[in-house]
C-alpha cells in the first residue's frame, strides 16, 4: 500500500475541487476534454481557403505566404437558451458570448458538483474574468443606435468586464462575494486563488472559479511574424527545439470549489485537492512590459510551496504555462528549477508538460484548463502526452533539472501521494502558481434500498428527453460501476439539481433497468 491510500490529515486550508464543467477546442465538455489529452489528440482547427473565404477572409491574406489558417475554435457560440435563464432573444443577442458561455458553464459546473444553489444553505461566491471582448467591436456598436439610453444600458450590462461575475450570481441567485478579475492570461488562476483565499478567509462557503475567451471570427487564422508569441506552422511545440510559438484559442472553464473538511462531511466528489498557491508580479525587472519574468515566477512557484507545505520533491508532474515561444519556455524552467533547487538537487524525478500544446493559448481561460486537465488525470492517475515534443530548446538542459517532458500516456507513479503544480504568467507580469494533490478516496456507499426512484425534470419537453438521453448514454458509459452507486444517482438527481416543471420519475433496482427506462421515457 503506497501512502496515497493511507489517511492523510486534512489542513483547514485545503480546498477541493468538487465540480467542474467547461468547452475547449476540439471538446465540448470536460470528459471530451480527457478523450482528447489522453489520446494525444490537437483540438486546433486548420481552416482550407474555402472556408476561410466563406468566412470573409480577403483573398490578398490568404495569398500571403506568412499566413497560418489555424485557431482553437469551440462549438455553439452563438447558442443559448434565453428561456432558461430568462433574457429575452434582443438581451442574448446585445450580451457578449463570454457572459453567455461564463452563464451556462457555471450552471453546468455546480450541476457536476451536485447542487441546487437554491437549496445550498450557505454563501456562494464567483471569481471568473475573460479576454477582450472582439463581440462589441464586431457586431454590437456596428448595428445598435446608442443615442437610445435604453440600448446604450443594455450594451453596457451585457459587454462590460464589470457584468461578467455579477451576471452568473444574479442569474444563479449565488449570495457570495462576486468579483470580476483581469489579469491578462493568468486571469482564470489567479480567480482560482482568490476563490480558495475567500474559502479559507471564511468569505463564503462555496466558490465558482473561472475564466472564458471567444475571440470572433472563429474561422480565422493569422500573420505569423518573426519574433512574436504566434507559432510559424499553427502548433504549439512547448518546450521543443523547433518551437516559433503559440496558437490563439477559445474556451471557457470553470471548477466549484469547498474547503476539503466540508467537502469530506458532505460526501461530495472531489477531483483534486488545491493544497496552496500565490500571486505577485515582475516589476520591472525584465527586458520588457510584455516579456517573463524568471525571478517572479521562481519567487511565485516556491511561494506556492510553501503556502502548501509540501516539498517540491514530492511533485511528480508540473502543468506548465508552456507558451512554445523560444524565450519563454526556457525562461519558465529556469525558474522552475531555481524554485525547486531551494530543497532538492535530484534531477528528472518530476514529469512536465503544457495543455496549451493541445488546444493552443486559451487567454484568460488557460489557467483553470491546466488546472481542470491536472484534477483529471489525478482522478485517472494517468500522465498525458505533451504534443509536438521531439528535442529540447537548445536553451533548456532537461538532464541537470528535475524535469523531464510527459510525452506519453502512461501511469502516473509516484511515492506518495500524485502531487503537481500549475503555473499560469500573465503579460504584465501577474503569476499565478498552484499546488495540488490528489483527491483523498471516497467513503464507501452505504447500504441503500434496492430499488430506486430516479427523478429527471426540465422547463421543455424537448429539454427532458434529451436530459433522459444524457443520463442513459453516462450510465452505459460507467458500466464497470458498483450497482450501489445508482443510490448516489438517485440521491443526486433528487437534491442536486433544480425541480423545473416537465418531469419524468423512473423505477429502477439495476443500472440496465434504468437505462431501458430512460430510453423508452425518449420514444414514448
Not at 118 to 138: D, E, K, M
Not at 193 to 200: P, T
Not at 222 to 231: D, H, K, N, P, V
Amino acid at each position: 500500500m503506497t501512502r496515497a491510500d493511507e489517511s492523510r490529515p486534512v489542513a483547514d486550508s485545503d480546498v477541493a475541487i468538487v465540480g467542474m464543467a467547461g468547452r475547449f477546442p476540439g471538446a465540448d465538455d470536460v470528459e471530451g476534454l480527457w478523450e482528447l489529452l489522453s489520446n494525444g489528440r490537437e483540438g486546433i482547427t486548420r481552416f482550407d481557403r474555402e472556408r476561410l473565404a466563406a468566412a470573409g477572409v480577403p483573398a490578398a491574406l490568404l495569398d500571403d505566404p506568412a499566413y497560418v489558417p489555424a485557431h482553437g475554435e469551440i462549438s455553439g457560440v452563438e447558442l443559448f437558451d434565453t428561456a432558461y435563464f430568462e433574457l429575452t432573444p434582443v438581451e442574448a443577442e446585445l450580451t457578449d458570448p463570454q457572459h453567455r458561455l461564463l452563464l451556462t458553464t457555471g450552471h453546468a459546473a455546480l450541476e457536476h458538483a451536485g447542487y441546487d444553489p437554491g437549496r445550498f444553505p450557505g454563501l456562494i461566491s464567483v471569481y471568473a474574468g475573460a479576454a477582450i471582448n472582439t463581440y462589441l467591436q464586431q457586431r454590437v456598436l456596428p448595428a445598435v443606435d446608442q443615442t437610445s439610453t435604453s440600448n446604450h444600458f443594455a450594451v453596457m450590462v451585457g459587454n462590460d468586464k464589470d457584468f461578467l461575475a455579477t451576471r452568473l450570481s444574479y442569474k444563479l441567485d449565488l449570495r457570495g462575494p462576486s468579483y470580476t478579475v483581469q489579469t491578462a492570461c493568468s486571469t482564470s488562476l489567479v480567480a482560482i486563488h482568490l476563490a480558495c483565499q475567500g474559502l479559507i478567509n471564511g468569505e463564503c462557503d462555496m466558490a465558482l472559479a473561472g475564466g472564458v475567451t471567444v475571440k470572433l471570427p472563429q474561422t480565422s487564422g493569422y500573420l505569423y511574424e518573426e519574433g512574436t508569441i504566434l507559432a510559424k506552422d499553427g502548433h504549439a511545440r512547448t518546450f521543443d527545439a523547433d518551437a516559433s510559438g503559440t496558437v490563439l484559442g477559445n474556451g471557457v472553464g470553470v471548477v466549484v470549489l469547498k474547503l476539503l473538511a466540508d467537502a469530506i462531511a458532505d460526501r461530495d466528489s472531489i477531483y483534486a485537492v488545491i493544497k496552496g498557491t500565490a500571486t505577485n508580479n515582475d516589476g520591472s525587472s525584465k527586458v520588457s512590459f510584455a516579456a517573463p519574468g524568471a525571478a517572479g515566477q521562481a519567487a511565485v512557484i516556491r511561494e506556492a510551496q510553501a503556502v502548501a507545505g509540501v516539498s517540491p520533491r514530492s511533485i511528480s508532474y508540473v502543468e506548465a504555462h508552456g507558451t512554445a515561444t523560444r524565450l519563454g519556455d526556457p525562461v519558465e524552467v529556469s525558474a522552475l528549477t531555481k524554485a525547486f533547487r531551494h530543497e532538492t538537487q535530484d534531477t528528472g524525478f518530476c514529469a512536465i508538460g503544457s495543455i496549451k500544446s493541445n488546444l493552443g493559448h486559451l487567454d484568460a481561460a488557460a489557467g483553470v484548463a491546466g488546472v481542470i486537465k491536472t484534477a483529471l488525470m489525478m482522478q485517472r492517475q494517468t500522465l498525458v502526452p505533451t504534443l509536438h515534443y521531439r528535442a529540447p530548446n537548445p536553451a533548456i538542459n532537461f538532464d541537470a533539472s528535475p524535469f523531464w517532458v510527459s510525452t506519453e500516456r502512461r501511469p502516473w507513479a509516484c511515492e506518495g501521494p500524485r502531487r503537481a503544480g500549475v503555473s499560469s504568467f500573465g503579460i504584465g507580469g501577474t503569476n499565478a502558481h498552484a499546488i495540488l494533490e490528489e483527491a483523498p478516496p471516497p467513503a464507501a456507499t452505504g447500504p441503500s434500498r434496492a430499488t430506486q426512484v430516479f427523478v429527471l425534470s426540465a422547463r421543455t419537453p424537448s429539454a427532458l428527453a434529451v436530459a433522459a438521453v444524457q443520463l442513459a448514454n453516462d450510465l452505459e458509459a460507467q458500466e464497470a460501476q458498483d450497482e450501489r452507486a445508482l443510490a448516489d444517482v438517485a440521491y443526486t438527481l433528487a437534491l442536486g439539481r433544480r425541480a423545473h416543471e416537465h418531469r419524468l420519475a423512473c423505477v429502477a433496482s439495476t443500472r440496465a433497468e434504468l437505462v431501458a427506462a430512460l430510453r423508452g421515457a425518449d420514444s414514448s
